[in-house]
């Protein structure tokens, strides 16, 4: 079987997940015979229709679309509890998956409970319907969203834990790189300071011999051939060293031109301009530039890719300054000063400041800025201090700074686990444990109600009534009567026992159904 091509996979299954609910509403109201096929089947799987494609981008209005058919099970005249619940549990989970952040999640729950308890006021809803809306309700809310919210915690330390592994293993390969690189350097400081040294020694003797009386014709001629071979062995010496001392990462480009020729042929929006005569200037000032502007471009496509370059090259008389700056990224913030945690910056600082220049890279309007400053001519003297340059702090480590960023995330979300039901469960659980009290406590079994004579003294039915009648009884005009609940179900309107009163005696018992009518 071929694959299913990417882009149609999240309609599969969103039209799977729809398939399920759909069947999920269309057994529960064939076993429940709802009433209304319009209200409990047909709009409830149409707002489903439109909030499970919606979740992907808009999972705070999925969430509202789903509470759409629990509002309406809240008017109907059987029970409010409905199979749609689940659906809504669904949709929140989705929501706590879904959002990176929890302030506008916790809006469109709350959103929801308002909406569902204004629905009980609006329709006079029995005390139960009120008792599910306090409680069956926002836990259906509440609790998958933060089981979604968990399961994105862990899915993004995850994530996060293969993005360190991967950062470790480019940190290792580039303190490979740099520790070949360093003994490079050595051999070449070796190379230069004991051989050619010695060389150019051998060099002086040898032309000291030339002018010696005593040699032949033939002798003064082999004498110089040395001479010529040992200079010749010192210039290769000195080719040598260079190329040790070179950076490998410069490649066969020695213009900046074609630096920048490359990096628009590779894709990279850049826009460069040059300003003044070109000075005779040193070949480590010469190379000093062209590792400014590389470095640059190499932190502005690692950090901002996307982001527009501009490269700026001004030549004055007696210094060259390079400035490049790349805008604003097109998505994410911009990228943060790298001199603390990027050695390519720090390095390419100490460069500078060798010859006697100065460099400055931070943030700049929105994007990020590298500017440096190079005489013409390497100085020996040290540079004076960079503005930007704080020996005195230790810059944080990354890690340290990402660690603690994780850490204080993962306070607020843990706090967030305990808090958010506990805020909830003072809002609305002590008036559902009110109302259940009220509801449990009024119920006279049928037994005891057939044991009820009418014509009885009312003080001798004490012991069969409970002790309190039901609070929410519908109103009897021109009679004194209790009433009571014929069962503890709290999810359903039940049968109400009505009992009326004359003269301190029982003169009339019936049964009251959901609809308020009465039957003997």
């Not at 190379?287 to 471009?297: D, G, I, K, P």
């Not at 490049?324 to 400041?353: I, K």
């Amino acid at each position: 079987m071929r694959r299913l091509h990417a882009p149609l996979r999240p309609a599969v299954a969103d039209i799977a997940l729809w398939a399920v609910f759909a069947t999920a509403g269309a057994l529960w109201f064939g076993d429940t015979r709802a009433p209304s096929t319009t209200r409990d089947l047909v709009l409830p799987l149409l707002a489903l229709a439109v909030a499970v494609p919606l979740a992907r981008r808009r999972p705070g209005t999925a969430v509202l679309l789903a509470d759409v058919p629990c509002a309406l099970g809240l008017a109907g005249t059987a029970s409010p509890a409905n199979v749609y619940a689940l659906t809504l549990a669904c949709m929140s989970f989705l929501l706590g998956v879904r959002s990176a952040t929890a302030r506008t999640p916790l809006l469109v729950l709350a959103g929801c409970l308002t909406a569902d308890l204004a629905v009980c006021a609006a329709l006079r809803a029995p005390a139960v319907w009120w008792f599910y809306a306090m409680t069956v309700l926002p836990a259906v809310l509440l609790l998958p969203w933060l089981a979604g919210r968990y399961w994105r915690g862990r899915r993004e330390l995850a994530e996060g834990g293969w993005q360190l592994a991967r950062s470790l293993e480019e940190r290792q390969h580039l303190a490979a790189e740099r520790a070949r690189l360093t003994e490079r350097a050595a051999i070449a400081a070796d190379m230069h300071d004991s051989l050619g040294h010695v060389l150019s020694l051998v060099a002086l003797r040898a032309g000291a011999l030339e002018l010696s009386p005593t040699l032949t014709p033939r002798d003064r001629e082999d004498v110089a051939e040395l001479r010529r071979t040992i200079s010749d062995a010192v210039d290769h010496l000195r080719e040598t060293v260079t190329v040790l001392r070179s950076d490998p990462r410069a490649g066969a480009a020695d213009t900046v031109e074609e630096l920048l020729g490359r990096a628009v042929a590779s894709g990279v929006p850049v826009r460069w301009e040059r300003s003044g005569p070109p000075p005779a200037r040193s070949p480590l000032v010469e190379r000093a530039v062209y590792r400014v502007v590389q470095e640059a471009l190499t932190n502005a496509t690692k950090h901002a890719p996307g982001s527009a370059v501009r490269v700026t090259i001004t030549h004055t008389g007696d210094a060259t300054r390079v400035r490049v700056v790349n805008a604003e990224p097109p998505t994410g913030p911009p990228p943060r000063d790298a001199v603390g945690g990027n050695h390519g910056l720090a390095g390419l600082r100490e460069r500078v400041t060798v010859l006697g220049g100065a460099l400055r890279a931070g943030p700049y309007e929105g994007g990020f800025e590298v500017a440096a400053t190079l005489p013409h001519h390497a100085s020996a003297q040290a540079a004076p201090p960079d503005a930007d340059r704080t020996p005195c702090a230790a810059p944080v480590p990354e890690s340290v700074r990402r660690r603690a960023r994780i850490r204080r995330i993962t306070r607020w979300r843990f706090a967030a686990v305990f808090a958010a039901p506990a805020a909830a469960a003072a809002v609305f659980v002590p008036s559902a444990v009110y109302l259940a009290y009220q509801l449990t406590g009024s119920v006279l079994p049928p037994s005891r109600y057939e044991e009820l004579r009418v014509g009885t003294p009312r003080a001798e039915l004490t012991h069969l009534l409970p002790a309190r009648p039901f609070p929410y009884a519908p109103d009897t005009p021109g009679a004194t009567c209790d009433f009571y609940r014929s069962n503890g179900n709290l999810l359903e309107e039940v049968d109400l026992y009505r009992l009326c009163y004359s003269g301190g005696r029982l003169v009339a018992k019936d049964t009251v159904d959901g609809n308020g009518a009465g039957s003997p």
